[in-house]
Each structure stands twice: as structure tokens, then as C-alpha cells.
DNA sequence: GACCGCAATCTTGCATGCAATTTTCTCCAA
DNA sequence: TTGGAGAAAATTGCATGCAAGATTGCGGTC
């Protein structure tokens, strides 16, 4: 749900970008899929002219290959990307939680901890889901605190780009503990306006997720 | 000269936005600008089709604000949204030095180095040109450095946006020398391999540039 | 039996035309 | 003179048709 549907001011191709995009993000559409214009056109209910200016769209965001003249596929994310992907998300992740350090409000501060604390109870009670749920609130939370449109923009959008690798972290054993210590320490350098301590604390933090994917990842192509 | 022009299997949306965005960057194309597309398509001799795929295209980027219905103009950037790109780009170039630091191999090494202690000459000439043309080979390599193709394509992307602002920046009284010495203390923290350096120095270095720009800009509004 | 060349088919790229909405101009009234 | 309502003009959004290039399958030859 991220396009409001009352938001009568959209042209189809936006929509129609959206849709892709998240069919892309939900798995509908895989990896290496085939975006034939006529396909995707008559699966929508309109015409080619829409569904080649979403593609165009699409280009630019990293979620699907365009090869002029030979037509575009859902971006294939080889591990080699992948690592790419964390890294550069890690590092952006680092630098908003740096920025909140030195420049959140109070009323941000107070929310942020808030928020924080009240994810303790979704760990005793082994909550996956909603704690997965309250990750991306907590994430959200600090890339709007770096007071930056630019650089939470990009975050968000490394952060859809990796949604589908990220979820499935919380599955590893003893995940959620950690996670929320780790969340601890970032959330107190934040606070205490330590923006060394939140940089090196928020970058330690996504370097683990990427290690509990991988470890995932590992023991679900094993199993 | 971004688009190689031999290479042959490119749309005419593509080549179409490469040349509006060059006419924006380069003055052409003043902020406030309508982009009509029947105008556009006569200038460039094609379509409105192409026209507005590469419209499309450019929305992405931050360069054009397009309305739905109501068309596209070229982004005005107030100094708001200038502050905003200014501290995003020297949180992503420190970023980009914090990884050479870590990972730039022996020859990228030597080559930083030799690119750099070659501007001197530049400085003791004063040739603000060449310069300007030698710092923009500087920091492509610090990005290059990076080894993160994410990362380095955002910042690419964010010095396109801001380079009519900086290219006014040495202008600025006695600016060489200084951004020569920046330099300094920034290559010998990456070649030191210290990342923390590396890091602030970067940071310290941008933040530079844009005191540097806004002191050309007021002095040449008061003018 | 394998490889190379050619043709048929399919897919994308571009142009044009029509529909829908926004903008602007004009005219009338207060 | 100014404000507003309505219509005309202009501009964008979308659909369709045609052309160019790519892929695939087939036949011939070595």
C-alpha cells in the first residue's frame, strides 16, 4: 500500500510502476522474469505507451535490467551485488544515525526511545512478525531524524531493494535478542548525541543482518 | 561527452535525456523552464514519444519536477534543497574515503597519489580551469576507490545535480591552495589507510566547498 | 551428426491521432 | 475596474499502427 488509491492526480504509468515494483519485491515476479510489453499491458488493462513509460521508470531504480531493443528483466542479484547492496546500505544507515546524533530534536529523541523500548515485549513473546514490523518503524524513524530528503530517500529505496533478503533474518536462531541489543546500543548513541559511537554501532548492526541472511540463506539452500 | 555517441544501441529516449540534463546543468535550461513536449520534440527532431520517456527518465533524478497533467519543469533548487544536496554529497564522499581507506588497492594507491601531487603544479599556476577539471578526476577516483558501484553511481549522480554550484567555488579568493591542502590531509589518510581521518577530513573538505560556494554566491548577488 | 546461414516470427522503438484535463482568454455583471 | 463564469485553446495522457532490430527455427552443407 504504498500508493494512496484517493490520490486521484497519478498517471497510470505511475501506478503501473508501483505495481511492478512490488510484484518485483513480493516474488511475483522473479528474478529473470521476462517484462514482455504486451504481457504486463494486457495483465494491467491498457496499452503498451503506459507500461513502457513505467518500465523507463523501473530503469533507474535498480530492480529491473533494460537492454535496449532486447526488452527487461528483473534485475538477477548476484551475491556479489548483494554484498554491494549491504555495504552501501550499512554505510547510508550509518551516516542518518550519525546525523541523528547531532541533530534530532527532542520530541524526536523521545519517540525514538519510545519506540525502542516498546519493541522488548515483541522479543520476550518471540514475535517475528511484528517485531520485523517495528524493525522497519525504528529504521524509518532514523532515516527521517538525518533531517536529509536526499539521503533517507535513497535509504528507503536500498532498503525496498533488499526487503525480500532482509525479512527473512529474523529467522535465525536467537535473532530477535540480538537484534534488540543491538538496537540498544545505537538507540543510546543516538541519544547521548554520540554520533561516532551511533556510526560505528548502526554499521556493526546492518553488517550482522547481512551475516544472519547469509546464514539463512546458507542453512535454507543446505536444507 | 558522457554518452559515448558510437555506442549504437542506444534509444533516442536515452540520448534525449542525456542532452536535457546536460542542457540543465549547464545553464541552458535555467530552473523554472517548462519541458514542452511538443517544443522538445521539434528541437530534437523525433517524437513526443521518446520525449516523454525520457522525461520519465530524468523524474528520477531529482533534476525535474513533473506534475501529472500539468507537465514538467526544471527543478528550481532553493537554498534549502542546496544545504540539503551539499551535506548529502560530503556524507557520501566521506563515506567513499572511509572505504578507499579500507580497500583501495597498491595501484589505486599510487594513482591517487600521483593525480594529486599533479594538481600542484595547477595551484602554483593558478589555472582555476584546469583545476576544477583535475579535482572532478580526484574525486571520481575516490569513488571509484569505494568499490561499490551503489554507492559511487549516487554520488556521481549527486555531483551532476550540484555542479553549477561548485564550479563557482574557486572563484573564490585563495581557494586553490586551500582546497589543494584539503587534499592533502585527505590522500594521506587514505594512503595511511586510516579511515577515521579519511573520513573527517572528507567531510571537513565538502562542507569547505560549500562555505566556499556561498561566499561566491553572496558576494556575486551583492555585485 | 554438427555447424553455419537464412528466413519467418516476435518484440521493441517510434510516430501519429484522439481523448481528457488544465490553462487562458473573453465577456458579462457587480 | 475587478471578479467570476464559460468557452476556446493548448497540453498532457493514452491507444494504435507501422518500422526496425532481435530471436528462433529450419534447411543446407561440410
Chains 1, 2 share one sequence.
Not at 90 to 119: D, F, K, Y
Not at 132 to 155: E, K, M, R, T, W
Not at 182 to 198: P, R, T, W, Y
Request: one cysteine or more.
Amino acid at each position: 500500500m504504498r500508493d494512496t488509491p484517493s490520490a486521484g492526480s497519478m498517471t497510470r504509468a505511475d501506478i503501473l510502476a508501483g505495481e511492478i515494483a512490488d510484484s518485483i519485491i513480493d516474488g511475483t515476479l522473479p528474478p529473470g522474469s521476462r517484462l514482455d510489453e504486451h504481457m504486463l499491458a494486457e495483465r494491467y488493462g491498457t496499452s503498451r505507451t503506459p507500461v513502457r513509460e513505467a518500465i523507463r521508470q523501473l530503469k533507474t531504480t535498480g530492480l529491473i535490467d533494460v537492454r535496449p531493443r532486447r526488452g527487461a528483466v528483473v534485475a538477477e542479484v548476484t551475491s556479489r551485488d548483494l554484498e554491494t547492496l549491504f555495504v552501501a546500505m550499512a554505510e547510508i544507515e550509518a551516516t542518518c544515525a550519525r546525523l541523528c546524533a547531532l541533530g534530532m530534536n527532542p520530541v524526536e529523541r523521545r519517540r525514538l526511545q519510545a519506540l525502542h523500548q516498546s519493541t522488548r515485549d515483541l522479543v520476550e513473546a518471540g514475535d517475528q512478525t511484528a517485531y520485523a514490523a517495528a524493525n522497519i518503524s525504528l529504521h524509518l524513524q532514523i532515516y527521517a531524524g538525518a533531517h536529509n530528503p536526499v539521503l533517507s530517500d535513497f535509504a528507503a529505496g536500498l532498503r525496498r531493494r533488499l526487503a525480500p533478503f532482509r525479512n527473512a533474518q529474523f529467522r535465525a536462531p536467537g535473532r530477535l535478542p540480538l537484534s534488540f541489543a543491538e538496537h540498544d546500543v545505537i538507540v543510546e548513541a543516538i541519544l547521548a548525541g554520540n554520533a561516532a559511537a551511533a556510526h560505528a554501532a548502526m554499521l556493526h548492526h546492518v553488517s550482522l543482518v547481512e551475516d544472519a541472511f547469509e546464514q539463512v540463506a546458507r542453512s535454507s539452500s543446505a536444507a
